[in-house]
């Protein structure tokens, strides 16, 4: 009867430690947040060096509600082809779509527009926007 309550003990505590194991098992790794696709995109875009403006370019980043780019950035061509920045650039943009349907955000819907970029000190740097309405000087 005792041995008979050992191999029931074991067995049970055999298929136990089996399950404990499968909940062990690691997840598969959660989507990369805002946040940190945002700071995988600075750390793929600090080599802004140029020797003249036509290696100077403009992505746009994140996404509006109503659609669009919330903002650019400048980039350089010079050592890079920008495939991996501009992938990060979408999987964010993408994510940021993702964020504002399920958290039902809402926009103001106004367009931004592409500032341009241009080598400036040996550096890529998004151009100055212009004032929309600029005051009268008269």
Known sequence: ????????SLRLATAS?????ACAVAQPPAPDTTVSLWQKIQSANTNLSCDNSSQCHTLGVGAKA????????????KNSDGSQLKALVEQHAAARRADDAREHMMSTCSVISDPGASCNAGQCVLNSRPLLNPPNSQ
């Open 66 to 77: 109503c659609g669009g780019p919330e903002n650019y950035i400048a980039w350089s061509s």
């Open 17 to 21: 430690l089996f399950v404990l194991t």
């Open 1 to 8: 009867m005792k041995t008979l309550f050992r191999l029931r």
